[in-house]
């Protein structure tokens, strides 16, 4: 089973591949994610290069069932964020997966 990577050791890979403090490494990521945060909440899509599409998509009402009383009920409508990974992380990702490569070099 493959691990997951934390926002943790992101900051710590930035700490030692850009040579900066915790602080400045912590305050990187949180700049980057408070930016993602507030145009997804907008409901504009964000879209980086080389990495993917963060999409915001609208699912209309819809009729559902508590799996737990078997009632029918009626879902709100509601907005859910997905990820389409670009082409080129997708061609990556095949190749690591093919050669057993790890994720964090």
Do not use: W
Not at 1 to 17: C, G
Not at 25 to 50: A, C, N, P, R, Y
Not at 74 to 79: A, G, Q, T, V
């Amino acid at each position: 089973m493959p691990n997951t990577l934390t926002k943790a050791e992101i900051i710590e890979a930035i700490r030692k591949e850009n040579g900066y403090s915790l602080k400045q490494s912590v305050e990187v990521i949180e700049i980057l994610l408070k930016i993602i945060k507030q145009i997804l909440e907008s409901g504009e899509d964000v879209m980086i290069s080389g990495f993917g599409k963060f999409q915001v998509k609208y699912k209309r009402e819809r009729r559902g069932r508590n799996p737990t009383t078997n009632k029918d009920l009626i879902l709100p409508p509601r907005r859910m964020v997905t990820f389409k990974c670009s082409g080129k992380l997708r061609d990556r990702i095949k190749i690591c997966d093919v050669h057993n490569e790890s994720y964090i070099k």
